[in-house]
């Protein structure tokens, strides 16, 4: 069981650094001790499902929390936009593709 407490605690610690740097550098030594905490609280109290749970917690915050933080970064906001309009333009392209595709399905039979 500590394999799993320290792949977590460690796998928490590379998550925090979608946090800004600012909170990072201030607060993540805490925020992992909270973590540690509330791992081993949501063990003792009922195992697996209890983990699990606190994991639901952090990933939640990470999506709430951390990422808007990050989008609001300028460093951010231009490759994420260009990730959106290229996903974009991908999807609309497969799309167009599609009758395509099954058209060559139809006469290699």
Not at 32 to 56: H, I, K, P, Y
Not at 85 to 91: E, H, T, V
């Amino acid at each position: 069981m500590q394999t799993a407490f320290k792949v977590s605690s460690r796998t928490y610690s590379v998550l925090l650094t979608m946090y800004p740097r600012e909170l990072r550098r201030r607060f993540a030594e805490e925020m992992t001790d909270v973590f540690d905490q509330q791992l081993q609280g949501a063990w003792d109290e009922s195992g697996f499902a209890g983990m699990a749970r606190v994991w639901l917690d952090a990933i939640g915050e990470l999506l709430f929390v951390a990422l808007p933080a990050q989008i609001g970064q300028p460093i951010v906001i231009v490759p994420t936009l260009s990730l959106i309009g290229n996903s974009a333009i991908f999807l609309v392209l497969m799309r167009a593709l599609s009758p395509l595709a099954a058209l060559c399905r139809i006469y290699r039979h």
